[in-house]
């Protein structure tokens, strides 16, 4: 999925291999030659539901063939689909976005790097989303922008920038926001200890003094399931771009504070 996307805030936020992006090259026309942002009006639409089904079958075997653990499993897709839908309708999306919006929940973890194989997942995919516009169930702006939001919707992506300087789609938002619903609350820590376990990572532990960087104030270290709460998920909530997202995320954080504290005290051997 490497292509020169538009708009980073930074040089080596960029792929620096392909040809400009048909969402580029829009965005870049209508302002005399120079990149500008990518606006929600700019990218015509054109997804239909053919897309979304092919969209979904892809995925699913894709996910299978991965042998993932249960924090990235087809459940886990469902799940992020099920919050795109639900933020889409109260978004007020058009159809077609919608449609986008699906079929991007579907595959959006197709090309997760956290995973073996995804340099030729990444490759299948890209032919597949061609195969969709071959058959005009998808527009080649549309593929274009599958692919934009895929390449800036991870919390790795966007801590080094890649959502900086631009101005996102509300698909991006949208999807981005279900993927981070489900990365909270109690499905959200069942999933870091899943993950974690699948890493062989311990529960908790601690450090003294601490030290920035690598645990918390109180000590407790990154690397370990309870101190990802800390390095990543309690972040999640403040980061969320959609008005239903922000909603949605209030009650889910307060569960895993309510449960840091409880965790934390049960551990606790000195």
Not at 60 to 81: F, I, Q, Y
Request: glycine letters at 6%; hydrophobic letters at 40%; one cysteine or more.
């Amino acid at each position: 999925l490497c292509r020169s996307i538009a708009m980073p805030a930074r040089k080596e936020d960029v792929c620096q291999e392909g040809p400009v992006s048909a969402v580029e090259a829009h965005a870049m026309a209508k302002a005399g030659g120079k990149s500008a942002a990518v606006e929600e009006e700019d990218v015509p639409r054109v997804c239909d539901a053919a897309a979304v089904a092919a969209s979904r079958d892809f995925a699913h075997k894709e996910t299978l063939a991965m042998n993932c653990d249960g924090s990235h499993d087809w459940n886990h897709v469902l799940r992020v689909r099920k919050n795109a839908l639900d933020i889409a309708q109260h978004e007020s999306l058009s159809a077609p976005a919608t449609n986008l919006v699906e079929c991007i929940a579907f595959l959006h973890d197709i090309p997760d790097s956290k995973y073996g194989g995804h340099g030729e997942r990444s490759q299948k995919l890209d032919a597949f989303l061609s195969a969709q516009v071959s058959a005009a169930h998808l527009s080649p702006e549309s593929r274009d922008l599958i692919q934009f939001v895929l390449q800036r919707m991870s919390f790795k992506d966007e801590s080094k920038g890649s959502c900086s300087g631009v101005a996102l789609p509300k698909e991006l938002k949208v999807v981005q926001d279900a993927d981070r619903l489900d990365a909270i609350g109690a499905v959200g820590i069942a999933r870091c200890f899943m993950f974690g376990g699948s890493r062989k990572s311990t529960i908790i532990e601690w450090q003294q003094p601490p030290t920035e960087g690598i645990t918390n104030e109180r000590g407790v270290v990154y690397k370990s399931c309870v101190g990802h709460f800390y390095e990543k998920l309690l972040k999640l909530k403040g980061m969320m771009k959609t008005e239903r997202g922000r909603e949605l995320a209030e009650q889910r954080h307060e569960v895993m504070l309510s449960f840091l504290q409880q965790i934390q005290q049960e551990c606790a051997v000195e």
